[in-house]
């Protein structure tokens, strides 16, 4: 506990000397908005919260899932606030809708994999909304470069541009997580059965 109390008090005087003194050593300065704080952390914070996600997803509780959407809908009304406001200090205006698929799609992708149980059987109103979302999507990518609509940085990316944006996010889900999922609930197993085998 202490060592974790040393770090947050570290990383907060790391900010606080960086923004309030500008210092060149910290490299922060007002210059260092919020958009970068998000492309450099948010990442790492999802990849380290993986082993947590695997371990826990089986006992999250309503609370837990109303708790992530508040948390989310609260983002969004950030993200508006920061392109019509505008807040400066968020840096989000002139990132394209393209600039927010590059920082998210993978952080959003490994931080939910893990809760995804494909159905035995898909269900035909499954089926309907997967359908009407690809459609939506295709639609949107194809009238960003028709159209076009500068807003969503689709104009000058090539199908290469889009390889290197999607190949993770479909390979984690698909390729990489269901095998970790098999090695941890296999490290797990033997545990869980001494624990009931403990009980009286």
């Not at 508006?80 to 406001?85: C, E, S």
């Not at 090695?183 to 797990?188: D, H, N, P, T």
Request: aromatic share 12%.
């Amino acid at each position: 506990m202490g060592l974790y109390v040393a770090l947050v008090a570290a990383g907060l005087g790391y900010i606080v000397l960086g923004y309030a003194t500008g210092w060149a050593w910290t490299g922060l300065s007002k210059q260092v908005k919020l958009w970068d704080w998000l492309e450099g952390l948010a990442l790492p914070i999802t990849v380290g919260l993986v082993p947590l996600l695997l371990k826990r997803r089986q006992h999250l509780q309503p609370v837990h899932k109303t708790t992530g959407v508040m948390i989310l809908a609260a983002f969004v009304v950030l993200v508006l606030a920061g392109y019509l406001v505008p807040w400066d200090w968020t840096g989000f205006t002139g990132n394209t809708l393209w600039d927010w698929l590059s920082l998210a799609l993978l952080p959003v992708v490994i931080a939910t994999a893990s809760l995804w149980q494909p159905p035995p059987r898909w269900p035909a109103r499954h089926v309907a909304l997967l359908s009407i979302a690809t459609a939506l999507a295709i639609g949107l990518v194809l009238a960003g470069y028709l159209v076009p609509w500068k807003w969503t940085g689709f104009t000058d990316n090539t199908a290469w541009d889009w390889i290197k944006l999607l190949l993770l996010p479909v390979l984690v889900p698909t390729v990489l997580l269901p095998r970790l999922l098999d090695v941890v609930e296999a490290g797990l197993g033997p545990v869980g059965r001494v624990d009931q085998a403990e009980r009286p």
